[in-house]
């Protein structure tokens, strides 16, 4: 009796893992399609580092490839 609860254990966690590995291959495969909407808050006196900011995040996105619109 023990050995078949130790085998239907064993069977439980071999189809619990697969399904992890399918839910992970399947979430990886591009980037998501993903709306990414902020407010945002800029100090006067801080134009030029936030010019630098947006260039860079700018840059960061047209290497990944990603659209912001």
């Known amino acids: 009796m023990r050995k078949r609860y130790v085998f239907l254990m064993v069977i ?10 399918w839910a992970q291959a399947s979430a990886s495969s591009g980037v998501p399609k993903v709306v990414w909407m902020f407010r945002e808050d800029v100090k ?8 630098r900011v947006e260039t860079a995040f700018a840059r ?3 290497k990944d490839k990603c ?3």
């Open 44 to 51: 006067v006196a801080r134009g030029m580092v936030h010019d």
């Open 60 to 62: 960061l996105w047209a």
């Open 67 to 69: 659209s912001r619109f």
């Open 12 to 21: 439980c966690l071999v189809l619990f893992g697969q399904c992890l590995i």
